[in-house]
């Protein structure tokens, strides 16, 4: 799981930040007070926060050996 920050600017995307930047809600939680003061509203900026969910699934590890 992490949070992606969305940045837009006159409604054209302007930047997002990376699924590395921000992994918990702790860290969410000090970085997005810093984007909201830095990209402010009245100077058309938007900002959008998305939870991403990773899912992972278990393979088969004989599927990807060779068979010689």
Same mark, same amino acid.
């Given at each position: 799981?992490?949070?992606?920050?969305?940045?837009?600017l006159h409604g054209i995307h302007? #930047?997002?930040?990376?699924?590395?930047?921000?992994t918990d809600k702790q860290k969410?939680?000090? =970085?997005?007070?810093? !984007?909201?003061?830095?990209?402010?509203?009245?100077?058309? #900026?938007?900002?959008?926060?998305?939870?991403?969910?990773?899912?992972?699934?278990?393979?088969? =590890?004989?599927?990807? !050996?060779?068979?010689?």
């Amino acid at each position: 799981m992490f949070f992606e920050i969305n940045v837009s600017l006159h409604g054209i995307h302007f #930047f997002a930040t990376h699924n590395r930047s921000i992994t918990d809600k702790q860290k969410l939680i000090k =970085v997005l007070p810093v !984007i909201l003061d830095k990209f402010p509203i009245d100077e058309g #900026f938007e900002i959008s926060v998305s939870k991403c969910n990773i899912v992972g699934q278990t393979l088969n =590890v004989n599927d990807f !050996i060779e068979k010689v």
